[in-house]
Nanobody, 123 residues
Framework: QVQLVESGGGLVQDGGSLRLSCAAS??????????MGWFRQAPGKQRELVAA???????NYADSVKGRFTVSRDNAMNTMYLQMNSLKPEDTAVYYC???????????????WGKGTLVTVSS
């Protein structure tokens, strides 16, 4: 089992920065083997992938955040990060951490999810 806890959300002005963290814990897994991702859901909209980082270290980003957001992981600390720069009001959403142990999966099918952390970007 894998438990995920997000932190670092808050209120920031247009153009500001935040760093989100996702801490993983539990039993019967090795953190470095997890595929992980950040998703977000804004009010009235569907959940969307923001960024993913796989066990081998490769990454994917949504087009809307490329050049502004960076996903990384510290396997020794069992933690994934999302550095968000040049934030825009349209980035306002609840951000969720997700993870999975299975190879070759779609990121939307990840098994484990955190409860989310709210990011609000004011104009």
């Amino acid at each position: 089992q894998v438990q995920l806890v997000e932190s670092g959300g808050g209120l920031v002005q247009d153009g500001g920065s935040l760093r989100l963290s996702c801490a993983a814990s539990g039993s019967s897994f090795i953190f470095r083997m997890l595929h992980m991702g950040w998703f977000r859901q804004a009010p009235g909209k569907q959940r969307e992938l923001v960024a993913a980082i796989f066990s081998g270290g490769s990454t994917n980003y949504a087009d809307s955040v490329k050049g502004r957001f960076t996903v990384s992981r510290d396997n020794a600390m069992n933690t994934m990060y999302l550095q968000m720069n040049s934030l825009k009001p349209e980035d306002t959403a609840v951000y969720y951490c997700a993870a999975d142990l299975r190879p070759g999966i779609r990121v939307d099918d990840m098994n484990y999810w955190g409860k989310g952390t709210l990011v609000t970007v004011s104009s």
